[in-house]
């Protein structure tokens, strides 16, 4: 049977103020006709369906009706994002058809979807994205030592019930060990997969993912998704590895280096920042048949490119090899020692979807100002004093301008 593995669709995002709607309309008709030329069983989404956890009423209007034109085709598979509010998510059912399968909850961990054809059978689950402040003290399974046992009467304030440590890792290895247990009392399928929204050990992140820092651990280390949560090396639990890791969070389509399954972040369908100007979007095609599920990346459509150009005023300017950007959205950085006169308007002129202009000046201390930064990150007063040297282009602040950064530091720090 054929699958596709998608996720971080982000509807209701913008780029630099600009709407993509049109860009999302234009990529869930893509992925509706491949469900239709492929003859696809199932749709997996992991995850960040939405850009915010209150999405419009015409981010719900091109989601709803994505998935009702999907839902007759084929089984669509959803789980939620750190963007996405569960649920809320849940709000779509009554709008699309049976086909629609939402697992959001902790409770639908235990649930797999199974999808049958020919005599094979696909067994699907799908976690929600965790955050360790909200599920560490339900995925409580006494596997690890607890956090605050103790009882409210011998700490006063503390929380009474076991919990676990404050971090990803630790939240998604229970999490997993109760799959995993949930596993064991099914019959065996025919391909095992597990979709999840986490920050991979491994993975690459682009600058439009959202920071999901809690704790002292963001990332999750493979073994805890091939090992149903058991992170040791030596251990051999009795249950095979799933076939293939549905990954999503981060925007740049990936593979992982899996021992045991075949991983993969398909990367979302829509560039979202500069950053991903030069990564081709997409989604990936999976083929049951095959040994290792072949996972096929499938180019999705642009609707405006995106791209970044460096180079002086004159050159933007003049260039005829810059000719092409006229029509992309583009982030333009302009490297002139002066700030060109009327810069702003006169490259809009030339380039009408510049989103962002970039006046970048090469000091020849850049480096030793960077050092300072680095140096001074915990003496807000100094910081401050870096801040303005570099705004005034290496010009040091002079003896009554650092007593007054001094005095309002000094104010600050009193009044907080």
């Given at each position: 049977m054929k699958l596709i593995h998608t996720s971080d669709w982000h509807v209701g995002r913008t780029l630099y103020g600009e709407d993509l709607s049109a860009a999302h309309r234009q990529f869930f008709s893509f992925l509706t006709q491949l469900v239709r030329e492929e003859k696809v069983q199932a749709v997996m989404v992991s995850g960040d369906v939405f850009d915010r956890a209150i999405p419009s009423l015409d981010s719900l209007e091109i989601v709803s009706q994505a998935l009702a034109e999907l839902t007759e085709l084929t089984a669509v598979i959803l789980t939620p994002g750190n963007h996405d509010s569960a649920e809320r998510l849940g709000f779509l059912a009554p709008y699309v058809r049976g086909n629609l399968y939402l697992r959001t909850t902790l409770a639908?961990?235990?649930?797999?979807?199974?999808?049958?054809?020919?005599?094979?059978?696909?067994?699907?689950?799908?976690?929600?994205?965790?955050?360790?402040?909200?599920?560490?003290?339900?995925?409580?399974?006494?596997?690890?030592?607890?956090?605050?046992?103790?009882?409210?009467?011998?700490?006063p304030g503390e929380d009474p019930l076991p919990r676990l440590p404050r971090s990803h890792e630790a939240v998604v290895a229970a999490a997993m060990r109760r799959l995993g247990k949930a596993q064991q009392l099914l019959p065996a399928a025919d391909r095992t997969i597990i979709m999840a929204h986490a920050f991979a050990v491994g993975g690459a992140?682009?600058?439009?993912?959202?920071?999901?820092?809690?704790?002292?651990?963001?990332?999750?280390?493979?073994?805890?998704?091939?090992?149903?949560?058991?992170?040791?090396?030596?251990?051999?639990?009795?249950?095979?590895?799933?076939?293939?890791?549905?990954?999503?969070?981060?925007?740049?389509?990936?593979?992982?280096?899996?021992?045991?399954?075949?991983?993969?972040?398909?990367?979302?369908?829509?560039?979202?920042?500069f950053s991903e100007c030069h990564t081709?979007?997409?989604?990936?095609?999976?083929?049951?048949?095959?040994?290792?599920?072949?996972?096929?990346?499938?180019?999705?459509?642009?609707?405006?490119?995106?791209?970044?150009?460096?180079?002086?005023?004159?050159?933007?300017?003049?260039?005829?090899?810059?000719?092409?950007?006229?029509?992309y959205w583009l982030?333009?950085?302009?490297?002139?020692?002066?700030?060109?006169?009327?810069?702003?308007?006169?490259?809009?002129?030339?380039?009408?979807?510049?989103?962002?202009i970039i006046h970048e000046v090469t000091s020849p201390n850049l480096e030793d100002q960077r050092q300072a930064l680095r140096t001074n990150r915990f003496r807000p007063q100094a910081l401050a004093k870096d801040f303005f040297c570099q705004a005034r282009l290496g010009k040091e602040l002079n003896e009554e301008e650092n007593q007054l950064v001094e005095q309002v530091y000094e104010q600050v720090r009193e009044e907080s």
């Open positions: 639908d961990i235990t649930h797999p979807v199974e999808i049958s054809t020919a005599g094979e059978t696909a067994r699907i689950w799908g976690l929600p994205y965790l955050n360790p402040d909200m599920v560490r003290t339900s995925l409580y399974d006494g596997s690890l030592p607890a956090e605050n046992p103790e009882s409210t009467a011998d700490n992140a682009s600058d439009s993912e959202r920071d999901i820092t809690v704790g002292t651990v963001q990332s999750v280390p493979l073994q805890v998704f091939e090992r149903y949560g058991e992170t040791d090396s030596g251990a051999s639990p009795d249950l095979p590895a799933p076939d293939y890791l549905a990954l999503g969070h981060l925007h740049v389509p990936q593979k992982l280096n899996t021992v045991r399954s075949a991983g993969r972040y398909s990367g979302s369908p829509i560039t979202f920042s081709p979007k997409s989604l990936v095609l999976l083929d049951t048949a095959a040994p290792d599920m072949d996972p096929q990346l499938v180019p999705t459509p642009v609707c405006r490119p995106v791209g970044r150009i460096k180079d002086s005023f004159e050159t933007l300017m003049t260039c005829p090899r810059y000719e092409e950007f006229t029509g982030e333009i950085t302009v490297t002139d020692s002066d700030r060109p006169n009327f810069m702003v308007t006169k490259l809009k002129q030339r380039f009408p979807k510049a989103l962002a």
